[in-house]
């Protein structure tokens, strides 16, 4: 085997600054560090673009500079792959300004990768790739069914029409005042709620396979408003708030499975991205995947959320399809190119 045998990969597509290594023979993880940006963006209730990008350009070299003294072999580096779309424009070029240094430094080929498209890997760590498989995509940017046949051909079969999964939870955790990011926090409260408040389960009656999460998030405002709100009231409205969004992925999701998988070859379905870390969600996939005989496959909670291993593990399929792409090539895109 070549003496060149590793994968660096850097992610920087949103908050979290983060570098891997992985071994492409075996995908073995060698290294991964994150660090997270949420305490420095919690007095905002979201991300503030300007201060990611100023954190990157600090926490990047710091992982670097860990990674060095991991004793690792840089010499063995074959290629360094770098998400470059979709994501924070400021935040997306700190990790390929890096990217680019090293590739300069090391003389290893670049590789561009697609954040969603990592996510999907995130599934594969560690072991081979599965192909055909449907995958579940959500996360604080993003509500997406996708379906996966290799490396190259990945197709969006449904999409949210406004709002995302991860998005609404944050939105409803600052209408609460219970800070960033409001995911983990919502799912916390919602474990000590009843079940005395309903809110409407979005496109329940329609045939569109698409996600919504607007107006939900609308009837959650409008419940608030005027209201003396207390820690009780507060677990009540999460727990509302959560089961509805719970049941609507879920409800979709079914109509996925009974009208385009019923004939189709696709037996795997994985759930990725950091909102799919929801412990009730996760519970409400997997009954839906045992009733239509699907395997389900499930990101480790621990890397879920943006991570440079996933990039990683995405990076070593993309290397032995030789992805490679020229330093002067390697742009950054807001937006998705699938």
Do not use: W
Request: hydrophobic fraction near 40%; charged fraction near 20%; proline fraction near 3%.
């Amino acid at each position: 085997m070549d003496s060149k045998s590793l994968i660096l990969s850097i992610e920087s597509s949103c908050d979290d600054s983060s570098i891997a290594v992985t071994r492409i023979n075996d995908c073995k993880i060698l290294f991964h560090q994150k660090i997270s940006q949420d305490i420095e963006h919690s007095n905002y209730g979201g991300v503030v673009p300007e201060l990611a990008s100023r954190l990157h350009s600090v926490c990047l070299p710091k992982i670097l500079k860990n990674l060095k003294d991991e004793n690792i072999n840089f010499n063995g580096i074959a290629a360094i792959a770098v998400t470059n779309e979709p994501g924070l424009s400021v935040s997306l070029i700190e990790g390929v300004m890096m990217a680019k240094a090293l590739h300069l430094s090391l003389q290893s080929p670049l590789i561009g990768i697609n954040h969603l498209k990592g996510h999907i890997y995130s599934l594969f760590l560690e072991k081979d790739s599965i192909f055909p498989i449907a995958i579940l995509l959500l996360s604080g940017g993003h509500s997406l069914i996708l379906e996966a046949y290799s490396y190259d051909d990945i197709k969006i079969i449904a999409r949210t029409l406004d709002d995302s999964f991860g998005e609404s939870f944050d939105k409803v955790a600052k209408m609460l005042n219970l800070g960033y990011p409001g995911g983990p926090i919502v799912e916390s409260r919602a474990k000590f709620g009843k079940g005395d408040i309903v809110f409407p389960i979005p496109l329940l009656h329609s045939k569109d396979l698409a996600f919504s999460f607007s107006g939900l998030k609308n009837a959650v405002r409008m419940f608030i408003d005027d209201k003396n709100i207390d820690d009780n009231l507060i677990n009540d409205i999460c727990f509302a708030f959560q089961k509805s969004a719970i049941t609507h992925i879920t409800k979709k999701t079914k109509f996925y499975f009974e009208h385009y998988l019923k004939d189709s070859t696709i037996r795997h379905f994985g759930i990725v991205g950091g909102a799919s870390a929801n412990i009730s969600l996760r519970e409400s996939i997997s009954l839906l995947c045992e009733e239509y005989n699907k395997t389900l496959l499930f990101a480790p909670l621990e890397f879920c959320s943006d991570n440079a291993a996933m990039i990683g593990r995405c990076g070593v399929d993309a290397y032995i399809l030789k992805r490679f792409i020229d330093a002067k090539d390697l742009d950054i895109s807001p937006k998705s190119r699938f």
